[in-house]
Nanobody
Framework: QLQLVESGGGLVQPGGSLRLSCATSEFILSWYTIGWFRQAPGKEREGISCISNKDDSTYYVDSVKGRFAISRDSARKTVFLQMNSLEPEDTGIYYC????????????????WGQGTQVTVSS
């Protein structure tokens, strides 16, 4: 019920695309905002995007605006992160997390976290 499982990472060339998936439960999707975060080697974890369970409001960090898109599919119990025009700076481990409020997601305060999926952008 409280599980989040990421998938879809991999190796991609600069300018390429990937779609990450965060599979979870109906309970989580109904009651929690879902956020995507990434951690690059040697750097702190960074918030990427959030989507509200209440009204599908979204948030993106400036560095991914116009390139990434977050979406929810209730029937599939999955939150997606479509990543286009990928850059080497997008490399890192991507995590999804469940937050009790949209504001909590923007602050990176998560109640439940997945194990992460590796994204590597390199030629």
């Amino acid at each position: 019920q409280l599980q989040l499982v990421e998938s879809g990472g991999g190796l991609v060339q600069p300018g390429g695309s990937l779609r990450l998936s965060c599979a979870t439960s109906e309970f989580i999707l109904s009651w929690y905002t879902i956020g995507w975060f990434r951690q690059a080697p040697g750097k702190e974890r960074e918030g990427i995007s959030c989507i509200s369970n209440k009204d599908d409001s979204t948030y993106y960090v400036d560095s991914v605006k116009g390139r990434f898109a977050i979406s929810r599919d209730s029937a599939r119990k999955t939150v997606f992160l479509q990543m286009n025009s990928l850059e080497p700076e997008d490399t890192g481990i991507y995590y999804c997390a469940a937050h009790d409020a949209f504001s909590s997601c923007r602050m990176g305060v998560g109640d439940y976290w997945g194990q992460g999926t590796q994204v590597t952008v390199s030629s």
